[in-house]
């Protein structure tokens, strides 16, 4: 990650949706962005529009406003995204490039959409709107990885991979991964009320827990010596790791949530 924003051209993006409006929210906070670079193309308002333009961008232009663009980021649902592209995709650059966050849409069919420009696709998680996420990243075109790289790397942690495939287990373990968190939180919430914990207690602890666990990884170290810093042998934390982990049933869990989601993104790009 960097701490400011360090891309120099005009960006586009189509689609405002739940990812897009993070993705907005994200750049708005990174120092050094732009916003009067940005334009979005979004049949509706949503709070993270109205910022935007309030901050300087351009919503809905005309294709004349499309000529500076020197990267276009899709953020529409896959169902319609040819519709959605199609009368921007001669609008833009032949310079330009094309990045994706869609699910299930393959780099080769965007790439012909687009008239051969590079292509990159990205999957992000919803916390690029704090500036703490992370991204799967997959491009074959080095001028593409590296624009796309700089369009998120203020506001996540871009994870460049070796193949397109491998989006779908990225998929898996990071971008679906925090609803599986947020999950398991509320089981140990359910869990504290259990032993006696009034509701309200059980869930300010249990989230409490998810702070302290994200700043215990938060210089770096292995999660390894993460957990071995907190469970000492014999103790409380080593026993319920132990319980945890009987019969393999952590894994076995975190194996069945991460094997679903890729079956699920590959499904979708079939």
């Known amino acids: 990650m960097t701490d400011t924003f360090t891309l120099d051209t005009d960006i586009a993006l189509i689609g ?6 993070a993705l907005v929210e994200g750049w708005l906070a990174t120092p050094g962005f ?48 040819r519709e959605a592209l199609q009368p921007f995709a001669d609008a833009i650059p032949e310079d330009a490039v094309v990045a994706s ?5 393959r780099l080769d069919d965007i790439q012909k959409a687009v008239g051969g420009r590079p292509v990159a696709r990205l999957m992000p998680t919803t916390a690029v709107a704090q500036r703490q996420g992370v991204a799967g990243l997959y491009a ?4 593409a990885l590296a ?15 070796e193949a397109e495939d491998l989006l779908d287990p990225a998929t898996g373990v990071a971008g679906s991964a925090p609803a599986f968190v947020y999950a398991f939180i509320q089981a140990l919430a359910k869990a504290g009320e259990a032993e006696g914990l009034k509701p309200d207690a059980a869930v300010r602890l249990a989230r409490g827990a998810l702070r302290s ?26 026993a319920g790791l132990d319980a945890l982990e009987a019969d393999g049933g952590a894994a076995r869990a975190a194996t069945a949530a991460v094997s679903a989601a890729v079956a699920r993104a590959r499904d979708l790009s079939r």
């Open 101 to 105: 966050v869609m699910a299930g849409v």
């Open 16 to 21: 405002c949706g739940r990812l897009g409006s």
């Open 147 to 161: 624009m796309a790289t700089a369009l998120f790397e203020g506001m996540a942690d871009v994870v460049p991979l």
């Open 213 to 238: 666990a994200a700043a215990g990884v938060s210089g770096g170290q292995s999660l390894e010596d993460a957990i071995e810093r907190i469970a000492s042998k014999g103790g409380t934390t080593r």
């Open 34 to 81: 732009k916003a009067d670079r940005l334009k979005i193309i979004e049949q509706y308002e949503t709070p993270a529009t109205d910022q935007a333009k309030a901050a300087g961008a351009t919503i809905n232009p005309s294709p004349d406003q499309m000529k500076g663009v020197g990267i276009l980021l899709l953020a529409i649902k896959p169902a319609v995204w």
């Open 140 to 143: 074959s075109d080095a001028k």
